[in-house]
């Protein structure tokens, strides 16, 4: 239960990249739709990751106004033509970008989870920065599909199955990475504490 309360807290803040992918946008005035919904969604569902100063929240805020000022004000059709291969990449260089500048969208969230004192421990930030790399190559293979879809011609159900097989390996590894980690945790503070108890013990 508390791998999928983690896992529900942490896939919020993708809520509006699947809205993205569902809804429908075969014309340009439901593609114009879907952008006002999902600039919504990052509203709602980000407001308190905004505050916080989150990466991806604002990323993803900021991706959707330029779509908005692009698409639905200015009606650039080559933006329109080629959005997904532009969503996927701005996802993948959210991603690629905050652990550039050392700051992991991963961590971010892990440290939510965790007192301030924790917040640099060196397990969290290694573990932070390794989910954020597997999420940035899951989304960079997710842009190139995205890419090649265009150049070919597949079908966009194929483009849009392997972008959300990419988002659920990438939340899988995430809900793995941590129960692992969590289990070394445990184990290792039951051996810290087991000769202590044995002395106790003793001295009884």
Not at 53 to 78: H, P, Q, R, S, Y
Not at 89 to 98: E, H, K, N, R, T
Request: charged content about 15%; proline content about 3%; aromatic content about 12%.
């Amino acid at each position: 239960m508390r791998d999928l309360k983690e896992l529900l807290f942490f896939m919020l803040s993708f809520i509006p990249w699947l809205l993205f992918m569902v809804l429908p946008a075969d014309s340009l005035g439901e593609l114009k739709f879907s952008i006002a919904v999902c600039f919504a969604a990052s509203l709602a569902f980000g407001f308190g990751d905004l505050k916080k100063g989150m990466i991806l929240a604002w990323g993803t805020l900021l991706f959707f106004i330029a779509c908005i000022v692009l698409v639905n004000v200015l009606n650039i059709v080559w933006v329109a033509e080629n959005m997904a291969a532009l969503a996927n990449g701005v996802f993948a260089a959210i991603v690629w970008i905050s652990i550039l500048i050392g700051c992991p969208f991963a961590l971010q969230y892990a440290r939510q989870e965790v007192p301030r004192e924790r917040w640099n421990d060196p397990h969290l930030v290694s573990g932070g920065l390794f989910i954020s790399l597997f999420w940035g190559v899951m989304m960079t293979i997710s842009a190139l599909i995205a890419v090649v879809e265009k150049m070919v011609g597949t079908s966009s159900t194929f483009n849009f199955s392997l972008s959300l097989l990419m988002i659920g390996i990438g939340a899988g590894y995430t809900t793995l990475f941590k129960r692992k980690k969590r289990i070394e945790r445990e184990q290792l503070a039951a051996a810290d504490l087991a000769p202590a108890a044995l002395a106790d013990q003793r001295e009884a």
